[in-house]
């Protein structure tokens, strides 16, 4: 949906876009195939046309953000990145011994890129994921803005993805809401079922428990962590897909983290 886009230039909102559409610009080519062709002059035209220019050469150098299209896309229209910046794309989530980030502590970061999942255990090698996340400009997460980033900020000195995708409000407007389990269940999405009664509570149970020696609790909360994130692949898949089709644009053939878009 990148490439259909109009909204991240100065002046342009949702209205001019679907009028720039109606007028046969529907892909920044065909803009300028109607340029070339006479049609959509004037200084109004000429700022897309250089916003255009602009876009195509931060394509080209894989840049989701902060230096381009993170900052001059609206909030709401981020999903837009998903389908031009998926194999940049790290989804990430946490499991922590609390809500408070200013009191708890990060126990497991879990991370999936490029179809691999990773988790960084407290004690083990959690240091690492700053180095590994690194890689990928575009973090994707389930409710991250107000939980999962807060506290990989404090615990790693400020930590800030370059771009990042919250799908929890994506989700919501499409009429999915609730917590992430919720989520999956309404969206069809599953997890193995030893881990359906599996929550954030019991992940913190868990972990105070392989504190305690119990190695088997561990592994359970890994198993739990990489059926979070690994669930938000194709989570993401649906919000592109189904917001795509609502602006009337077809729905994707590509397949992410395994599963069509339901």
């Not at 690194?134 to 807060?150: E, H, M, Q, S």
């Not at 990989?152 to 389990?181: E, I």
């Amino acid at each position: 949906m990148l490439q259909h886009t109009f909204v991240h230039v100065p002046g342009v909102g949702r209205s001019t876009e679907s009028a720039l559409w109606e007028s046969g610009a529907r892909h920044w080519d065909e803009f300028g195939a109607l340029r070339t062709k006479g049609q959509l002059q004037g200084g109004r035209y000429e700022s897309v046309a250089a916003a255009i220019d602009e876009s195509r050469a931060a394509l080209k150098r894989k840049d989701p953000g902060p230096g381009y299209f993170w900052r001059s896309l609206p909030n709401s229209e981020h999903w837009r990145l998903f389908e031009e910046f998926v194999d940049l794309a790290a989804f990430v989530d946490i499991e922590t011994t609390g809500l408070s980030s200013d009191a708890d502590e990060i126990t497991v970061v879990a991370m999936c890129a490029n179809n691999t999942t990773h988790t960084f255990v407290l004690g083990k090698d959690l240091d690492r994921f700053p180095e590994a996340v690194a890689k990928y400009p575009l973090v994707v997460t389930f409710n991250g803005a107000c939980f999962d980033l807060p506290f990989l900020a404090r615990k790693f000195r400020g930590y800030r993805p370059p771009a990042h995708v919250d799908l929890r409000y994506p989700l919501k407007r499409l009429g999915y809401s609730g917590g992430l389990k919720s989520v999956e269940r309404q969206a069809g999405v599953k997890r193995p079922t030893r881990l359906q009664e599996v929550d954030g509570w019991e992940a913190v149970r868990l972990w105070h428990a392989y504190k305690r020696g119990d190695k088997g609790a561990l592994d359970l909360l890994l198993e739990y962590a990489r059926a979070d994130v690994e669930n938000l692949a194709p989570l993401a898949r649906l919000v592109a897909t189904r917001l795509a089709s609502e602006l009337g644009f077809p729905r994707r053939t590509c397949m992410w983290g395994g599963l069509s878009a339901r």
